[in-house]
């Protein structure tokens, strides 16, 4: 990102996530995505921001567009074992995106999300299972007990189906809700006890900015989700579920519609708009 667009000039890169997490309450990692981290980076990333930060952790690709998905009980534990306890209490929910090519395969599907762990007791039990290349560079005792969320972003309009719903539902994961352009689905359904958005560009996909009226639009989504409610003219690909009371939830929200310049501004245009407090978390993509 360039100097003087969000980082204030001078500033050494060293520095960035310090200054970063003092002007956001969450940032979404990206690096973990192309690569496995290791429990060192993670614990400066932890040590570098200020107590009630939270990252959430984007899962890796080998997983999601690799193996698609199957037999992937050793690389999970390989991802578990990797640093993530080194984050502690800031540790917040984990991304799972899939390719644009995975259709929605049902039994597929839920045999992967019956693996994930939602406790950091049962995430140490499977990060036991790491394969033997981890050995010397691995964290297995979390710091602390901790929850462990999970949500999927879904690019296949297969996965516009009441059935997936029920699964996600089942599984407590959070369905991402994803502004792409039109180019992949952006559904609202309500799947877990979080809301997860990532805003990829208004009109452009990566590239375009949000307006004022569309900064408005989705800070009102926003609010309305955290408060339990379902906002006016959103899609959702099946009917509200009957035992899920409407209640107070977090709400992460992530600009991933470049770095330069648009993710930054639109982030603190969306936290002014929501006066932001403790609950709802808007930041940019990071890195």
């Known amino acids: 990102m360039r100097r003087g667009a969000f980082y204030p000039e001078g500033l050494v890169q060293a520095k ?15 690096g973990s995505f192309y690569a496995l981290q290791r429990p060192t980076s993670y614990g400066h990333w932890a040590a570098d921001t200020p107590d009630g930060f939270v990252f959430t952790v984007k899962a890796p690709r080998y997983i999601t567009h690799i193996l698609r998905l199957r037999d992937a009980r050793a690389a999970v534990a390989n991802f578990l074992a990797s640093g993530l306890f080194a984050l502690g209490p800031k540790l917040g929910p984990i991304l799972w995106q899939l390719p644009p090519s995975l259709s929605f395969d049902a039994r597929l599907l839920e045999e992967f999300l019956a693996l994930l762990p939602h406790d950091t007791q049962d995430a140490a039990a499977l990060a036991q ?25 879904v690019r296949h309009d297969s996965f516009r189906d009441p059935d997936c719903i029920a699964l996600l539902r089942r599984q407590r994961v959070a369905l991402v809700v994803a502004d792409t352009g039109g180019r992949w689905p952006e559904l609202g359904d309500v799947t877990a006890d979080f809301m997860y958005l990532r805003l990829h560009g208004a009109q452009q996909l990566y590239a375009s900015g949000y307006s004022d009226a569309q900064i408005a639009h989705w800070g009102e989504r926003i609010r309305a989700w955290s408060h339990g409610q379902s906002p006016h003219g959103v899609a959702t690909a099946a009917l509200p579920a009957k035992d899920m009371p409407a209640k107070e939830r977090d709400v992460f929200c992530f600009f991933d519609n470049t770095m330069k310049i648009h993710a930054p501004q639109n982030a603190l245009r969306l936290a002014q708009y929501l006066q932001l407090g403790t609950r709802l978390k808007a930041a940019p993509h990071g890195g």
């Open 16 to 30: 960035e996530l310090a200054f970063a997490s003092h002007q956001f309450p969450a940032i979404e990692l990206n």
């Open 129 to 153: 299972e790491r394969e033997d290349r981890l050995r010397g560079r691995e964290l297995l005792k979390p710091a602390c007990p901790w929850r462990v969320r999970h949500a999927l972003e």
